[in-house]
């Protein structure tokens, strides 16, 4: 079904890495216009360098949410989802809009903190936020930016499950395309297209949700299949872990 | 399980963990002080320490306040001094900061200026701008110019990157400026400029050493005078102004003090422009490097007293000064911490570390030299004690943001094992880092006659002889860039930051 749409990225054997150092060796992978693929992988499986070779190629076309959401603590929350489009305004307009909002930037903000629950709160500095209230800036900064693309680094790790879906909801309803790095996995079969899998730095799973069930997405965690292994009693647990037992974002690669 | 092999027991200090590891080097710095120690002159040479000391307690102990001419406006000009002379180094210190990193020669021109110390710039402004406010203002902006370029540069450079990358592509320098990299780094700057302040109160007092109406020039001259309870007037309101400072330097105030400042600085000397540039190109140079005579300036440099000795003291007073404080830190961190003593103790403790670190150290050298007569001893003393109470002070204060994991320990043991593994790694490498100022510190004591470079400096300021003067402050500052270079690759590194931003 993929075939007829053009591919925004297509990599054919590419290196990714930082600097001289190649994490994800000869990649081969397409990002055809109007995916959403989900990107799952144990931590260290290479899947933030895989968002960071994206965004370079896509450029302006991607809206970027990163891991730990790279807030300014001591800005408000306007200010934060403000610097989406700090390059669209000059220097001037800029330094003024520190002193005092600019209107047209305010309203549109206001709308958005609206959407996304952070209602009151534009003008609380990021760093006296919870969690879930700085996920949902994170994401805010990154749908303001209204690029077609959207690219998310574990967007939904801090909400509760019922916030994730309605976050991964709102991306969806604002970008044609995205890629969103996850942790939960029935996620990915339920909201998404398509699933990239990472393991030790290969692409091990490139397929669409239609043809995927947990348990292959199971294969892609180490310790889940040392575990299944040594104790093949119920796999079922093993595919959905509570949410409270995922591990949190913190301190990933 | 019992006949399970026991790893080998490891020999003293040996393993690759931070632990030994900084136990290794801190064990070599001090046996290499040791090693090195019978070449200093640490001679007592006053016959009778004692009675002077005690006539010196009890000055400090009854303070004659009514001795004192005029306090009010020494200490408003030393207050003026230290604000404008800080305001003018953080002007002159931001622009260069953003430049620091891509400039070279502007790290080098930095590095340059911080090297000299506050006093020498004062010596060396003294013979262009006389006693007047110009000289004090320039003698503390200039080296903090440099020192904020680089302190600001590095905050700034340390912000943690996540909001500058996150931003979208093409957004200007300024904006990313303003938006991630001040706002991240904002309290880190505020409070270096605050400590920076502080410093500048104390060099600020220190001018009067060279005959500035600072509360430096009438301390030394009733020390001097053995008029000890108007000196230990002075040196009240002194640490007075210090202990106040959180409330008269708030945020709000320091417009006002800026303001009220501005009219007590004084007298503005007359710019004679023909003989300032005078001083610049011709006198600062010697004759016949001017004329472009080789053999002359051979003849020149053959003229220069030996300087070995006097380099040789510098770096050995620097190394000593350096292991003094940070046994003095070692010792008494724990006097002012919350994890040991009582109530009364810890404020006792902390009360001696503010008083030996708000004191300046040619203050504490001056002291010293009155009782133990011109050696390195009182200048060791001196080093060590103001050094080692402010990293003290400044580890304490580490100490008492942590947490420890097993309550119940004793005291012995909370030391050796919740609180200093944790703490050492920033101790040690603050003490890297004065090692630096240690040797700046070194070479201003021999104004006071110890046999430091600084000793020729002001002999030959005091002689007229421009040239040489300038020639040895040329030969300090570039002691003290080689010096600081080695201390920076001997810091111990990933030192952990308890930074809440990264958290």
């Excluded at chain 1, 947990?214 to 180490?222: E, I, R, T």
Aim: glycine fraction near 10%.
């Amino acid at each position: 079904m993929g075939e007829s749409r053009h591919s925004l990225v297509a990599l054919e054997g590419a290196d990714l890495g930082h600097g001289d150092r190649v994490v994800l060796p000869g990649l081969r992978l397409r990002l055809h216009h109007g995916e959403r693929v989900a990107l799952l992988g144990p931590s260290g499986a290479g899947k933030s360098t895989l968002l960071a070779g994206l965004r370079e190629r896509l450029g302006d076309a991607a809206a970027w949410c990163p891991q730990h959401h790279g807030l300014v603590p001591g800005l408000a929350v306007y200010h934060n989802i403000y610097m989406a489009r700090l390059a669209e305004h000059s220097a001037l307009a800029n330094l003024w809009n520190l002193v005092r909002p600019l209107r047209t930037p305010w309203r549109e903000i206001a709308e958005l903190c609206a959407i996304l629950g952070l209602e009151g709160l534009m003008r609380r500095p990021v760093g006296r936020l919870s969690g879930g209230q700085r996920q949902r800036t994170a994401i805010g900064r990154a749908l303001y930016q209204r690029r077609p693309v959207f690219l998310g680094d574990e967007p939904v790790a801090s909400v509760d499950p019922h916030q994730a879906l309605r976050l991964l909801t709102l991306i969806e309803a604002r970008h044609a395309t995205s890629v969103v790095a996850l942790h939960q996995r029935e996620l990915a079969l339920s909201h998404f297209d398509r699933v990239w899998g990472l393991r030790d730095g290969r692409l091990v799973i490139d397929a669409p949700v239609t043809e995927l069930s947990l348990a292959d997405l199971d294969a892609l965690y180490p310790d889940a299949e040392a575990t299944t292994a040594a104790d093949p009693g119920d796999p079922a647990e093993m595919a959905a872990p509570a949410p409270e037992a995922l591990p949190c974002s913190r301190g990933r690669a | 399980m019992s006949d399970a092999v026991t790893p080998a027991r490891p020999a003293w200090l040996a393993g690759r963990a931070p632990g030994p590891r900084l136990a290794r080097h801190t064990l070599t710095l001090v046996a290499l002080a040791l090693l090195l120690l019978p070449l200093a002159d640490l001679a007592v040479i006053t016959r009778d320490p004692w009675t002077e000391l005690a006539r010196m307690a009890r000055g400090l102990a009854w303070p004659a306040f009514g001795a004192v001419e005029s306090p009010l406006s020494a200490l408003g000009l030393t207050v003026a001094v230290a604000l404008w002379g800080t305001l003018g180094g953080v002007v002159l210190g931001i622009p260069l900061a953003l430049l620091f990193a891509r400039s070279r020669l502007v790290r080098a021109g930095c590095a340059f200026v911080r090297a000299i110390h506050e006093l020498f710039w004062a010596l060396l402004f003294l013979q262009v701008f006389g006693l007047s406010a110009l000289t004090a203002l320039l003698a503390l902006a200039i080296p903090y110019a440099g020192i904020f370029a680089k302190v600001y540069a590095e905050i700034l450079e340390q912000a943690p990157s996540a909001p500058r990358d996150a931003l979208p592509p093409g957004v200007g320098r300024l904006s990313r400026l303003v938006y991630t990299e001040l706002p991240m780094a904002w309290a880190q700057l505020a409070a270096y400029t605050r400590y920076r302040f502080e410093c500048g109160l104390r060099a600020s007092v220190l001018l009067g050493f060279v005959g500035l109406p600072t509360l430096g020039f009438q301390l030394e001259t009733a020390f001097r005078e053995g008029r000890y309870p108007e000196a230990g007037a002075l040196l009240w309101c002194f640490y007075l102004l210090i202990a106040a400072l959180p409330w008269w330097s708030h945020r709000r105030l320091v417009p006002l003090l800026l303001a009220g400042g501005a009219f007590l600085l004084g007298p503005w000397p007359a710019v004679d422009g023909g003989l300032l540039w005078r001083f610049v190109s011709q006198d600062l140079w010697p004759a016949p490097l001017r004329a472009g005579d080789g053999a002359g300036l051979a003849d020149w440099l053959a003229h220069i007293p030996d300087l070995a000795p006097a380099i040789g003291n510098t770096l050995l007073l620097g190394l000593l000064g350096t292991v003094g404080a940070l046994l003095v830190a070692l010792t008494l961190w724990p006097l002012a911490s919350r994890h040991f003593g009582c109530g009364p103790s810890r404020l006792a403790g902390r009360g001696l570390l503010i008083l030996l670190r708000s004191t300046p150290e040619l203050m504490l050298a001056f002291v010293f030299l009155l009782l133990l007569g011109p050696s390195l001893l009182p200048a060791w003393l001196a080093l060590s004690l103001h050094n080692g109470a402010l990293i003290a002070f400044l580890a304490a204060r580490h100490a008492d943001a942590l947490a420890p994991g097993m309550p119940g320990l004793s005291a012995t043991g909370r030391y050796a094992y919740e609180l200093l593994p944790r703490i050492y790694p920033g101790l040690l490498a603050l003490l890297y880092y004065r090692a630096e100022v240690i040797l700046r510190e070194t070479a201003i004591l021999g104004m006071l006659g110890v046999a430091t470079l600084g000793y020729y400096i002001d002999e030959n300021f005091q002689y007229l002889m421009f040239d040489v003067a300038f020639f040895l402050l040329l030969v300090t500052a570039g002691l003290n860039i080689a010096v600081d270079a080695l201390s920076r690759r001997l810091r111990p590194r990933q030192v952990p930051l308890d930074d809440p931003c990264l958290r």
